[in-house]
């Protein structure tokens, strides 16, 4: 059975930096990407997805590795007087209609329709503004907002040598670094200013309030990985270019060269 990992991620987010690099570095090994809806990580996790990326927070039994946060934005008609604003405080908004107060609408699409309509305004990721590609809106930072965090989840029974493996390519770990070694900023959003450790889903896991994908991962290799389409046993798993499988967990002091 042809080895694989199978990654999905939620709308706003785009995985093909590291798909190019993953490809590249282990050919053998099929790399699937599997788009999928917000609120739809759990579900995604438990069929045969290995690792999601995700908007935190997540369910706090997944293990999850905060990478960077996205700027919120409020969305408004062009012609409004918000819009003449470079940018915007949670103060302006109290004289407005806020459609959707949460950090991520459940229905973007339709919030945006809203807004067009001339209903009132909607905070949202840069992220999911850029991708509804709304020409009659215009998007404003809105300052004093924390915004949004993605990370990269995944259950700990779905963890193996792939997993640990595509970590290391998100942080921006080269071919040839140990994962004894310190990771390079692998995020597109100020990744790496702080160590970030994989925390539950539920907690923050970065130094200080920022952005962060330095640091190690400590993703268990328990030997039960998909293979396939299904999940189980490591049977069928490519071991890693050059090497032999690894058996057990990785030793975190190892300095053998990937």
Same mark, same amino acid.
């Given at each position: 059975?042809?080895?694989?990992?199978?990654?999905?991620?939620?709308?706003?987010?785009?995985?093909?930096?590291?798909?190019?690099?993953?490809?590249?570095?282990?050919?053998?090994?099929?790399?699937?990407?599997?788009?999928?809806? $917000? &609120?739809?990580?759990?579900? /995604?996790?438990? *069929?045969? !997805?290995?690792?999601?990326? +995700?908007?935190?927070?997540?369910? %706090? @039994?997944?293990?999850?590795?905060?990478?960077?946060?996205?700027?919120?934005?409020?969305?408004?008609?062009?012609?409004?007087?918000?819009?003449? $604003? &470079?940018?915007?405080?949670? /103060?302006?908004? *109290?004289? !407005?209609?806020?459609?959707? +107060?949460?950090?991520?609408?459940? %229905? @973007?699409?339709?919030?945006?329709?809203?807004?067009?309509?001339?209903?009132?305004?909607?905070?949202?990721?840069?992220?999911?503004?850029?991708?509804? &590609?709304?020409?009659?809106?215009?998007?404003?930072?809105? !300052?004093?907002?924390?915004?949004?965090?993605?990370?990269?989840?995944?259950?700990?029974?779905?963890?193996?040598?792939?997993?640990?493996?595509?970590?290391?390519?998100?942080?921006?770990?080269?071919?040839?670094?140990?994962? &004894?070694?310190?990771?390079?900023?692998?995020?597109?959003?100020?990744?790496?200013?702080?160590?970030?450790?994989?925390?539950?889903?539920?907690?923050?896991?970065?130094?200080?309030?920022?952005?962060?994908?330095?640091?190690?991962?400590?993703?268990?290799?328990?030997?039960?990985?998909?293979?396939?389409?299904?999940?189980?046993?490591?049977?069928?798993?490519?071991?890693?270019?050059?090497?032999?499988?690894?058996?057990?967990?990785?030793?975190?002091?190892?300095?053998?060269?990937?």
């Amino acid at each position: 059975m042809t080895a694989a990992l199978t990654i999905a991620f939620v709308p706003g987010v785009s995985p093909a930096k590291w798909a190019r690099v993953w490809r590249d570095r282990f050919p053998s090994v099929e790399l699937r990407l599997r788009p999928i809806g $917000s &609120s739809d990580v759990d579900a /995604a996790l438990a *069929d045969d !997805v290995d690792m999601v990326f +995700a908007r935190m927070p997540v369910s %706090d @039994v997944h293990n999850a590795i905060p990478l960077w946060t996205e700027t919120a934005v409020v969305a408004t008609p062009k012609d409004s007087t918000l819009a003449d $604003s &470079s940018e915007i405080t949670q /103060a302006d908004l *109290d004289a !407005v209609h806020v459609i959707d +107060a949460g950090p991520v609408p459940a %229905d @973007v699409d339709g919030a945006l329709d809203l807004v067009e309509a001339n209903v009132g305004v909607v905070v949202l990721p840069q992220s999911l503004f850029r991708k509804a &590609s709304r020409k009659d809106l215009i998007a404003r930072a809105l !300052v004093d907002s924390p915004g949004t965090r993605i990370a990269l989840v995944w259950r700990d029974e779905d963890a193996s040598e792939l997993t640990e493996e595509f970590i290391g390519v998100v942080r921006g770990r080269t071919a040839n670094s140990s994962r &004894s070694q310190p990771d390079q900023p692998g995020g597109p959003d100020r990744a790496g200013d702080a160590d970030a450790r994989p925390s539950r889903g539920g907690s923050k896991a970065t130094a200080g309030g920022k952005d962060a994908a330095g640091g190690k991962a400590k993703a268990k290799s328990p030997g039960g990985a998909k293979s396939g389409s299904g999940k189980g046993s490591n049977s069928g798993k490519a071991p890693k270019p050059g090497r032999g499988r690894m058996r057990g967990k990785p030793s975190r002091g190892s300095k053998g060269n990937r």
